[in-house]
């Protein structure tokens, strides 16, 4: 974790377990080098309405697929698609593979808006990025809440919609 969410924290006194690991680049890497982690897993889409340019960060349970089609009508946006590793980098200070909800704490401009499904808002234990893909952090629900209201960015918390998964 860098130096500088590590003091952030610390000034916001959020309580959390730090985990290193090999570096995840997806949810099936993710399962078998953190899975073993206790918590609710996230996956984290930063997406950027085409038109208006407005950024998303969505963070759902880590086994679910979000309905982009569903979700472009629930936001008004005619077209959306994932944001490039540039707005990611500029916005979040973070790089593709580590997208965390942590990256909030640099959006000092709140040029994002984060949208979390109410079941990851309500968990009891968290497992995000700390803006790094070789470590994980393990936050109680309530530490979660604190972090991101801390953050001062504009939140939704919604009932998310999702496309089903096969096991084919």
């Not at 700390?130 to 470590?135: A, L, S």
């Amino acid at each position: 974790m860098e130096e500088s969410l590590e003091q952030w924290l610390a000034k916001h006194n959020i309580k959390y377990i730090l985990h290193s690991h090999t570096a995840v680049f997806t949810v099936p890497e993710a399962k078998i080098h953190a899975g073993h982690i206790s918590g609710s897993h996230c996956k984290n889409l930063f997406l950027k309405n085409k038109k208006s340019g407005q950024l998303y960060l969505v963070t759902i349970p880590y086994d679910k697929r979000l309905d982009l089609n569903q979700f472009r009508k629930m936001i008004g946006a005619p077209k959306i698609r994932f944001a490039g590793p540039e707005d990611l980098l500029e916005v979040l200070g973070i790089t593709p593979g580590a997208v965390s909800p942590l990256g909030l704490v640099n959006d000092t401009d709140d040029k994002v808006i984060f949208m979390i499904d109410e079941n990851i808002w309500n968990a009891n234990e968290i497992c995000c990025h700390p803006n790094v893909n070789t470590e994980t952090l393990q936050i109680p629900g309530t530490e979660f809440q604190k972090l991101i209201k801390a953050t001062g960015t504009t939140m939704e918390i919604k009932n998310l919609p999702y496309l089903e998964l096969t096991n084919n």
